[in-house]
């Protein structure tokens, strides 16, 4: 008994498509008359497109099959197609490799951008749009600081690398740093409380209006206060 493992079988291109589909391609490269290879690619293209009903929504559905046909022959069949004929080297292009900044960020928790943007400040000519650049990115240095840090950044810290990073073109005096609003420092207000606010029992003492609101038990009544024996009508007892 001959047997018969997937290992020992060709590979399949498309393994989506199936060993029986694979199988009927190779019968059309078998196929000696081009008339009849003709007829036969475009049924195996009809059994093909009952296969794929996920990719009757693309736009080039028929392209895309005639395309996965040539595949599946390895660019062997030899067929009249109503669309451009793919070659091996169109689908298997190497991808042009990506290129990385290498570049050494030197304070990490400020990020490579803001060196950039300073070193860009650096050479601005307007100052008061020069200084209005330098005053955000120091507020946003200070709350970068704070997030990194977990403590509030010196001022001094500040002003010694806005210098470093611009290549010593900007220079940021301590009285304009201090006049900047600290954005990093987010007071959170009181939370309100929600619903009704109940007042509280003193003494232990429950409050009347909670305690009467609770009915009696069906077939009780009330206790009553004993009043006074004076308050009382007097018996008489008329058989001595």
Sequence with gaps: MRKNYNYTRRKLYLPEYGRHIHEMVD???????????NRQARAVIAVM?????????????????WDHLFIMSDFQLDVDSPYARPTREDLTITPRKMEYSQERIQFKHYGKYVARMLRKIGTEQDKEARDNAVDSLARYMRSKSFEYNQEHPNNEVIIKDIKQMSDNSIELDEVALNNLRSDYKQHLSARTAKGPVRPQAKNGQKNMQQKN????????TPIRSQKNNADSPVRHNSQK
Aim: charged share 35%; proline share 6%.
């Design 27 to 37: 019968q059309l490269m078998t196929i000696e008359d081009r008339d009849e290879r």
């Design 49 to 65: 497109g009952n296969l794929q009903p996920l990719l009757r929504d693309t736009a080039d559905f028929t392209h895309k099959l």
């Design 213 to 220: 609101q609770y009915p009696t038990a069906k077939g009780r």
